[in-house]
């Protein structure tokens, strides 16, 4: 091509030759090409321009701007890439006043060389066909014994989606969930995972996968508590000690009710956060040391708080590292992993044992496609979903012990325990909150006095 036309393809900063010195300008620009979204690398390409220009203008010559990084398809558009898209594995390009091009991968699959035909006779035919079947028998006949007495047909892809960062309960459990899936099926299905809310946030989950945003997400029932009621009837303070209690009682509960809020969906698994406490800058050892706080906190948490005299601020928990900075709340009232998972601990230095209620979790699917699944797949999920309840909470109550002991040694947080009495002071605001949810829920249908009896039942059992 003309060398003009390479010049402003190029964007190169050199005037067009009227005579005079030569000079040599060589002019960069990168660009990005992501071929999977969490992956970006960087390429460049360069212009080496060597063109004879006159002395500098009486004005001086004011090259044009630099471009902005352009999209890797224009880019390479621009310079003539040869290289298809699909193999544009990564390196540098060169482009002089010729117009020549090289591209440098760090990846192209080999084309495959086919051998040259051949006309075989029918005996060659046969031999060559008995050998394939004999391998191909051979191969049944070794590997069948040893595959369990299930069979998958096909691969099905499946996207996870999750709202908190990656390293928090909710995500581990979800990492364990795929691969214990992966490996029961045989590789059959193979799941992506999507933590942090990269594919879908927390109050959206629910509608997003309903709507085949994602094929699988976590949802927290406590962020909307109007909307499942009789699985938020576990964050009533009727004291659940534990995650593991608490996920297997949600388990038992939910099996027993089929809650109609679900109806669209297929339910995977259910689980529940350690007891919450009280996370907090300033020391909160009595009922007067928390009046008029502001804490961040979800769900039925809200009227624990106000019991207390202390003000519940509404917000996703990724959004409070920065609120507590800004001063807009003073602490949270949570389960006691985040001190570690979203180092809490680095700004609340006090931490006082409530040990007052559990936040509901539930693993679901879009019914569409759970429908499509083949039976043999769908049968390890179901044998995985009480397991999988029983596993997160087991998980969760050893990884709050290591949060507390991490904090306590690496960010010196002081733990303030209530004695008998203290606990006694504490729960008694409490009573009528789950007097006024029974009376609530049965206004609104649901059996609220059975259901309660009967969460109390499952946490004694």
């Not at 049968?379 to 507390?404: C, F, P, S």
Request: hydrophobic share 40%; proline share 8%; with cysteine.
């Amino acid at each position: 091509m003309d060398p003009d036309r390479n010049r402003r393809r190029l964007n190169c900063p050199v005037p067009l030759p009227i005579g005079g010195a030569s000079a040599e300008v060589t002019r960069k620009f990168y660009f990005l090409i992501t071929p999977m979204p969490w992956r970006a690398q960087q390429y460049h390409a360069t212009c080496n321009h060597k063109k004879r220009v006159v002395d500098a203008a009486p004005n001086g010559i004011i090259p044009p701007p630099p471009r902005r990084a352009m999209d890797p398809d224009r880019n390479c558009r621009q310079l003539n890439c040869p290289v298809p898209i699909a193999h544009r594995g990564g390196g540098s390009a060169e482009v002089d006043l010729k117009a020549t091009f090289s591209y440098k991968k760090k990846q192209v699959w080999p084309r495959t060389k086919h051998p040259k035909p051949i006309n075989p006779s029918k005996g060659e035919i046969m031999k060559h066909l008995s050998g394939k079947i004999l391998i191909a028998l051979f191969a049944m006949l070794t590997i069948i014994p040893i595959m369990p007495g299930t069979t998958f047909a096909g691969t099905t892809k499946l996207n996870y989606a999750n709202f908190p960062p990656a390293p928090t309960f909710p995500c581990v459990q979800m990492e364990r969930w795929k691969t214990e899936v992966e490996k029961r099926t045989q590789g059959s299905v193979a799941i992506n995972t999507f933590p942090g809310g990269t594919l879908l946030g927390a109050k959206g989950m629910m509608d997003g996968v309903i709507a085949g945003q994602a094929d699988i997400g976590c949802i927290c029932m406590a962020y909307q508590p109007g909307r499942f009621v009789i699985t938020n009837g576990v964050s009533l303070p009727l004291g659940i000690p534990n995650s593991e209690t608490g996920s297997l009682v949600l388990f038992d509960l939910f099996e027993k009710y089929k809650p109609a809020a679900f109806d669209k969906v297929k339910v995977l698994t259910l689980f529940t956060t350690a007891p919450t406490n009280i996370m907090s800058r300033q020391p909160v050892r009595t009922l007067e040391d928390i009046k008029g706080m502001d804490l961040r906190a979800s769900g039925g948490a809200a009227e624990i708080l106000k019991s207390w005299g202390a003000n519940q601020i509404g917000m996703p928990m990724s959004a409070t590292p920065e609120a507590l900075q800004k001063g807009v709340v003073q602490g949270l009232f949570s389960s006691l992993e985040v001190m570690k998972d979203l180092k809490f601990a680095e700004d609340c230095k006090y931490v006082t044992m409530t040990n007052t209620v559990v936040y509901p979790f539930a693993v679901i699917m879009n019914k569409a496609k759970w429908n499509a699944l083949p039976d043999d797949v769908k049968k390890v999920m179901d044998d995985l979903a009480r397991e999988q309840a029983k596993w997160t909470g087991t998980y969760m109550d050893g990884h709050v012990n290591d949060a507390i002991a991490w904090s306590k040694e690496t960010h010196g947080v002081e733990l303030i325990t209530l004695d008998a009495d203290g606990v006694k002071t504490w729960n008694a605001p409490l009573v009528p909150i789950t007097e006024k949810w029974i009376t609530k829920a049965e206004e609104k249908g649901f059996p609220g006095k059975a259901i309660v009896d009967d969460i109390s039942a499952l946490i004694a059992r």
